[in-house]
């Protein structure tokens, strides 16, 4: 399991390595634009633009982070998680728009070679110095993005680590210009924009699945099945239904245990079902499981039982005579049938002859009523 960090503690965490991340892109910002505009480097300017991106995003994730922190209340019981995924969709929105500006800029300069620009030898060490800076931002809020648990926070350490391979383009276009290849620059920023679209598109349509409530991953559905019918006490599982909500996985398990043991018990096994999904699963922070004495996913939702009024009206009429007898009656629903448990007091034990008659109207039940399949005799101990 990972490190357990209370909410305050996630909070400051996540809130510190974005800010610091935000400081580096304000530097890396005017570094790269206003060096690339000085040695004339069109893929080195493409490259602030993405950085001055990264900023712009950065302080969206502090928004979301402030607001998917709170706690759930009355109109949010599920907490506000979403906000997060929400700023993830606008974060990758935002990259698609800037690549699209930088690939039209860069096709412009294509098209009209009398624009390109010729970058000098010193936009070199700046791009060096953009890589090395974003791949120590990557790998630090990589990092707290795991202690965390933050999905917007490892999107953004992704973010980080796209920066560095755009500077890497970015350093190879700029040294084949000064090789004699004069299209090499705008053909690297052209390629950085594509890179930032596609990290764009990414995030959005991982988001988007989110917001729809798509699965989590196969293989973690399988573990979570594996771990449910490890549980002592599940016969089976019939349903079992997941979904993300920011960096947080919820289950919702339907599993069949013996049909004969008590209401209590159930919840026990439920329960134990809960707990063992949440002790091994980090992810997972909520379970329901509801519980099935027999496997009803595929039953006639037309067939309505008998509810427990109409049975109690049918041992009213058939056990008129001594109703005073029946100390308790409990009732089984099992194969879209009715199963009922008369229980006498103890005190009948030596009363054959009334106890005959009561088995003899058990039997008339069961061919009368339709509904009721058995009805069985029970003693109170």
């Known amino acids: 399991?990972?490190?357990?960090y209370d909410a305050e503690k996630i909070l400051k965490l996540k809130t510190r390595v974005t800010y610091v991340g935000a400081l580096v892109n304000v530097f890396l910002t005017l570094l790269k634009i206003g060096f690339g505009i000085l040695?004339?480097?069109?893929?080195?300017i493409?490259?602030?633009?993405?950085?001055?991106?990264?900023?712009?995003?950065?302080?969206?994730?502090?928004?979301?982070?402030?607001?998917?922190?709170?706690e759930a209340d009355h109109d949010h019981p599920y907490g506000h998680r979403r906000f997060e995924t929400i700023a993830t969709v606008l974060l990758g929105i935002g990259l698609i728009i800037v690549a699209g500006g930088i690939a039209w800029d860069s096709s412009e300069r294509l098209l009209h070679t009398e624009k390109l620009?010729?970058?000098?030898?010193?936009?070199?060490?700046?791009?060096?110095i953009s890589i090395l800076a974003n791949e120590w931002l990557y790998h630090y809020t990589?990092?707290?993005?795991?202690?965390?648990?933050?999905?917007?926070?490892?999107?953004?350490?992704?973010?980080?680590?796209?920066?560095?391979?755009?500077?890497?383009?970015?350093?190879?276009?700029?040294?084949?210009?000064?090789?004699?290849?004069p299209f090499a620059d705008v053909i690297a920023a052209i390629i950085v924009a594509l890179m930032i679209a596609?990290?764009?598109l990414s995030l959005v349509l991982d988001s988007i699945k989110e917001l729809v409530d798509s699965s989590l991953p196969e293989i973690f559905v399988k573990d979570i099945t594996r771990t449910i019918k490890q549980t002592g006490g599940v016969q089976g599982i019939h349903l079992l239904r997941t979904r993300q909500m920011g960096e947080d996985a919820y289950v919702d398990a339907h599993i069949v245990v013996n049909s004969r043991i008590s209401v209590s018990e159930g919840h026990m096994i439920g329960d134990t079902v809960r707990d063992n999904i949440?002790?091994?699963?980090?992810?997972?922070?909520?379970?329901?499981?509801?519980?099935?004495?027999?496997?009803?996913?595929?039953?006639?939702?037309?067939?309505?039982p008998l509810s427990r009024k109409q049975v109690q009206g049918y041992l009213d009429q058939y056990f008129a005579e001594h109703l005073h007898s029946v100390d308790d009656f409990r009732i089984?629903?099992?194969?879209?049938?009715?199963?009922?448990?008369?229980?006498?007091?103890?005190?009948?034990?030596?009363?054959?002859?009334?106890?005959?008659?009561?088995?003899?109207?058990?039997?008339?039940?069961?061919?009368?009523?339709?509904?009721?399949?058995?009805?069985?005799?029970?003693?109170?101990?």
């Open 39 to 44: 040695g004339q480097s069109a893929s080195l």
């Open 46 to 70: 493409a490259d602030g633009v993405h950085s001055l991106s990264d900023l712009v995003s950065d302080f969206l994730v502090i928004v979301a982070i402030k607001l998917g922190s709170r």
């Open 278 to 304: 949440k002790a091994e699963y980090d992810d997972v922070a909520d379970v329901l499981v509801h519980i099935d004495p027999e496997d009803d996913e595929f039953k006639d939702p037309d067939k309505k």
């Open 332 to 381: 089984h629903y099992l194969d879209g049938m009715v199963e009922v448990e008369v229980v006498l007091p103890h005190g009948m034990f030596n009363q054959p002859q009334q106890i005959e008659w009561i088995k003899k109207q058990c039997t008339s039940i069961e061919k009368d009523v339709e509904m009721i399949e058995k009805a069985y005799v029970f003693f109170k101990v």
């Open 198 to 200: 596609k990290m764009g």
């Open 117 to 128: 620009l010729i970058p000098t030898q010193e936009t070199m060490g700046i791009a060096i």
């Open 142 to 181: 990589k990092r707290i993005g795991r202690k965390t648990r933050s999905k917007l926070l490892l999107a953004n350490a992704w973010h980080h680590r796209s920066d560095a391979f755009s500077s890497i383009i970015v350093l190879f276009g700029i040294g084949a210009v000064l090789m004699g290849y």
């Open 1 to 4: 399991m990972a490190e357990v």
